[in-house]
């Protein structure tokens, strides 16, 4: 199982940037798919973006053009760049992998005020 510890959220203003980390143990991390999810208060937990073993990319609709996921297979790093943040991004983040999260850990806070 690949434990999970989420990074590098916090308070930022509208149309400001933040880059999350999500620090990954387990030697099958760099054979598997990962992904940043967001719960926001009120809502359903949603995809935010997805990366293969192979890098290949797949973003929801609301954060194309604006997000960036990568991963850096040697430090067993997923990360989120985030730009152009609207208030419409506050929410809990976090990694797990994909498309069958397992257990989630305590994520974290990303606040974007106007």
């Known amino acids: 199982q690949v434990q999970r510890v989420e990074s590098g959220g916090g308070l930022v203003q509208a149309g400001g940037s933040l880059r999350l980390s999500c620090a990954a143990s387990?030697?099958?991390?760099?054979?598997?798919?990962m992904a940043w999810y967001r719960q926001a208060p009120g809502k359903q937990r949603e995809l935010v973006a997805a990366?293969?073993?192979?890098?290949?990319?797949n973003y929801a609709d609301s954060v194309k053009g604006r997000f960036t996921i990568s991963r850096d297979n040697a430090k067993n790093t997923v990360y989120l760049q985030m730009n152009s943040l609207k208030p419409e991004d506050t929410a809990v983040y976090y990694c797990?992998?994909?498309?069958?999260?397992?257990?989630w850990g305590q994520g974290t806070q990303v606040t974007v005020s106007s």
């Open positions: 797990n992998i994909h498309p069958r999260p397992v257990n």
């Open positions: 387990g030697t099958i991390f760099s054979i598997i798919a």
């Open positions: 990366i293969t073993r192979t890098r290949s990319t």
